[in-house]
């Protein structure tokens, strides 16, 4: 797992805490995002036949339904490469086109970081 820029603490906090819920919950993909006053929130994939939502969907709709009013960073940690539109715009709501999404395979290390 080695990375050419190391990244910023916070930032592998999120990463690891998005890669936990994976691992602890057995779903496809974990998520964590940060919000402006550095609290986080974690969420995996949810499959319900009448809510299916993506693990960083789920983490940004815990975050408005906790308080925040905006995205500093997000995690996702998949076997997927890329991030689907409906994730990014997700990110965006919240955060704008600014926010960093840091997007890790299930070993941690980071794949490409990019812009919601």
């Known amino acids: 797992m080695s990375e050419a820029v190391p990244l910023d603490p916070e ?3 999120i990463i690891t805490l998005a890669r936990s819920a994976r691992a602890r919950n057995g779903v496809p993909e974990g998520a964590a995002v940060r919000d402006e006053t550095g609290r986080t ?3 995996g994939t ?3 036949p ?3 939502l993506s693990a960083l969907r789920t983490a940004v709709a ?3 339904a906790s308080g925040a009013k905006s995205l500093e960073a997000a995690a996702v940690v998949s076997e997927a490469g890329d991030l689907p539109e409906e994730d ?3 990110v965006r709501d919240l955060g704008g086109a600014g926010t960093p ?3 890790a395979g299930p070993d941690g290390g980071l794949r490409t970081t990019i812009q919601a």
Do not use: T, W
Request: charged share 20%.
């Open 11 to 13: 930032d592998r906090k």
């Open 101 to 103: 999404v840091l997007l």
């Open 88 to 90: 990014r715009a997700a």
């Open 41 to 43: 929130y974690v969420a």
């Open 62 to 64: 815990m975050a408005v």
């Open 50 to 52: 009448s809510l299916p």
């Open 46 to 48: 949810v499959a319900l």
